[in-house]
């Protein structure tokens, strides 16, 4: 199946990227990547490397003596994936947002990152269509962190709502997105206190208001469909401390939804069990795909 990953052109997430693609790949999928300008993509160089992620890593001669920064940074395995993800011919020459018709593709993920440069993925007008046409067919699509505000703002063409309306998903949740914004703004980072926010509150607007979690929730039919690990729920603590994240065969420190043929997960700590995850729903959905009278959407729901 042709899997459609559109990219910022720069600041998306190495381990929500590298770690969707390798698992897609291996599934015999083909990805296809886009950017706004059909440039490669760059990943957010902070969560690459960790450099900039201690006190002291504003300082030139210091900056690179990393303590903290090699442990928020993206784990080896990721690091690795995105080595060999740079050097993929389709990453190499993506296509253009402008040229992007969901016809083209059988799925979509949307992945995420914290940085500014973020902002441009989730603001563009043409990926929102792109995302929304693929919702409105029936397709499925992955949304992982702030890849699931993109699809927030998706407005479907049939109801004029947002395409997670009727919906239930998970996202970057208030509680992960406050502890990083409190660990940097307070010590780690605190000379770009707000490298963890995407956006900021504007006066007169709630603490969180802008936050992943609070705008996901204003497009859904219901708060309750905005869904984060239950109180009694095996292993809260490893899926909810951020100390843990899930691997290629350990999915216990993730959280991760299942909405007929949409799947949503909170951070990189779960993107092993979120990429898993799709290629069942891939899975599933080729093999509905071709029964008589009912297309694959209807019988995922």
């Known amino acids: 199946m042709r899997v459609l990953l559109p990219l910022p052109r720069r600041d998306y997430d190495p381990s929500?990227?590298?770690?969707?693609?390798?698992?897609?790949?291996?599934?015999?999928?083909?990805?296809?990547f886009a950017t706004?300008?059909?440039?490669?993509?760059?990943a957010d160089?902070?969560?690459?490397?960790?450099?900039?992620?201690?006190?002291?890593?504003?300082?030139?001669?210091?900056?690179?003596?990393?303590?903290?920064?090699?442990?928020?940074?993206?784990?080896?395995?990721?690091r690795r994936a995105h080595a060999a993800l740079v050097g993929d011919a389709a990453f190499r020459a993506p296509l253009r947002y402008e040229s992007l018709a969901a016809a083209d593709f059988d799925a979509v993920l949307l992945p995420g990152g914290h940085a500014r440069g973020m902002r441009e993925y989730?603001?563009?007008?043409?990926?929102?269509?792109v995302v929304a046409d693929c919702f409105d067919a029936g397709k499925p699509v992955a949304a992982i962190c702030h890849g699931v505000v993109l699809a927030a703002r998706s407005t479907s063409a049939r109801t004029g709502r947002s395409v997670l309306h009727g919906r239930r998903t998970t996202a970057l949740t208030w509680a992960f997105e406050k502890r990083a914004w409190d660990l940097t703004r307070y010590g780690a980072r605190f000379w770009d206190a707000d490298y963890y926010r995407t956006y900021r509150e504007q006066a007169g607007e709630a603490p969180g208001h802008r936050g992943v979690q609070q705008?996901?929730?204003?497009?859904l039919a219901d708060p309750a469909h905005f869904l984060d690990v239950a109180a009694d729920a095996p292993q809260r603590w490893?899926?909810?401390?951020?100390?843990?994240?899930?691997?290629p065969d350990d999915a216990t420190a993730a959280f991760v939804v299942r909405d007929g043929?949409?799947?949503?997960?909170?951070?990189?700590?779960?993107?092993?069990?979120?990429?898993?995850?799709?290629?069942?729903v891939l899975a599933d959905w080729s093999s509905l795909k071709g029964r008589a009278g009912l297309p694959a959407a209807e019988n995922m729901q």
């Open 261 to 280: 043929v949409y799947v949503s997960a909170r951070w990189p700590g779960d993107v092993h069990t979120f990429a898993r995850t799709f290629v069942q």
């Open 122 to 129: 989730l603001e563009n007008v043409l990926l929102q269509t």
């Open 45 to 78: 160089p902070v969560m690459l490397g960790g450099v900039g992620l201690d006190p002291w890593g504003f300082v030139p001669g210091l900056r690179r003596l990393r303590l903290l920064g090699l442990a928020l940074r993206a784990q080896r395995p990721a």
């Open 36 to 42: 706004p300008d059909g440039a490669p993509a760059q």
């Open 238 to 247: 490893r899926k909810t401390s951020g100390l843990f994240r899930d691997s």
């Open 215 to 219: 705008e996901v929730t204003r497009a």
């Open 16 to 32: 929500e990227v590298a770690i969707s693609w390798q698992v897609l790949r291996a599934a015999g999928h083909e990805v296809r």
